[in-house]
């Protein structure tokens, strides 16, 4: 089902055929995003994102959404930390549609100066809109404590500064340096012939060479750990606390996903069970990881009201030390790979997730995992494994970073978590 095929120009195309699909997904995925920004561009990338969708030589911006609202399929983009993806899914008879639009969109757009100027407006609003979300605020503040003097640490969306001073010039000739053909991936994912598919994309990106296109250069990042309270007038208090996780490409990963389905993945794991089915003091709370190519977090977040600060950060304190100290059990880890496997094929059922996968995959690892290779992996895991991470990654109360949005007493905090 899978095949890969690189251009004379660099531009990599893989596709994975499913022949009862009766829709298509189409990514083009650019290997850039916010990680590669500095801090005077931060917030470029995802600008290019929307200077994308405002017209081009052959499309107005309205004939862009009426052209694929017009057969009912559904396109968007979005800008991640290390790649950048546009992408569209319609049904099979109008593949072709999609990816000349999509083509279209790369080759020939305008970014035109009074688009430029109004998108900056759109794009204040989108980052006044997080900073009004504590829930995805506090993630935010998190990194930015957590990957001080790091790109990982700077906001996707970019600082309100930098939007207001992004010239045209300025846009064009970033795009022209990160976003070339060597750096794309263009993946699609349903009934589709690969061959075909092919030569329909050399001729969408015909006469795009090679040149430009930027050697992206990776600093490892440091951890600055510690207690950051930013304060805030909230009904709630927010918490995320974190520490080191593992990058993308460590097999690690596996046992860690497993040790976050246990700790806080799912309704039934430990912290959900203990802070809000038996004490109800939150409405949510969950762990999570990050996985980067060099780097990555393990995390758990939730909020509260003041007076069960106390008693919240307690009991996620017990948690950390019972698995660092006892381990999972084996019930635990048998439960917990049908949860995994279980997600995972249930996530693989629409071709979009699918085409994303490709696209990671290449990204990170220059080839196609199959499916029975990651179950594999998962069926391998075993407790050593499992508790030597959770050792790992909790084994020094320094290592585990805080971070809290709202009204608190910030010396009451440390003494309660250095306690």
Known sequence: MYKKTVLANGL???????????TVSLGMWWKTGGRFEKEESNGISHFIEHMLFKGTRRRSAYDIAREIDAVGGAMNAFTGKEYTCLYARVLRKDTDLALDILSDMYKNSLFQDDDLEREKYVIAQEIKMVEDNPEEYIYEMFNASYFKGHALGLPILGKQENIEKFTREELVGYFEEHYAPRN?????????????FVRKVMDCVDGFGPCGAKNEVMEMPSANTGIHVYEKDLEHVYLCIGTHGVSQIDRKRY?????????????????????REKRGLVYNIYSYVNCYYDAGTFGISTSTSVEFVDE???????????????????AELA??????????????????????????????????IPLKDTLREIDRIAKPGVDEIGKEIFSSPEGISLTILGGVDKDRIEELWKG
């Open 312 to 330: 919240v950060l307690g009991l996620i304190k017990q948690e950390i030390s019972r698995i660092r100290d006892e381990g999972i059990t084996d």
């Open 335 to 368: 439960f917990s790979k049908e949860h995994l496997k279980g997600n995972l094929f249930i996530s693989l059922e629409g071709s979009e997730t699918r085409m994303g996968r490709l696209a990671k995959n290449e990204i990170y690892f220059g080839d196609y």
């Open 12 to 22: 990599t195309v893989v596709t994975e055929s499913i022949s009862y699909y009766s």
């Open 255 to 275: 046992c860690l996903y497993l040790l976050n389905a246990i700790m806080g993945g799912s309704m039934s794991s430990h912290l959900f069970q203990e802070i």
């Open 184 to 196: 794309i991936i263009i993946t699609a994912t349903g009934r589709i012939d690969h061959d075909t």
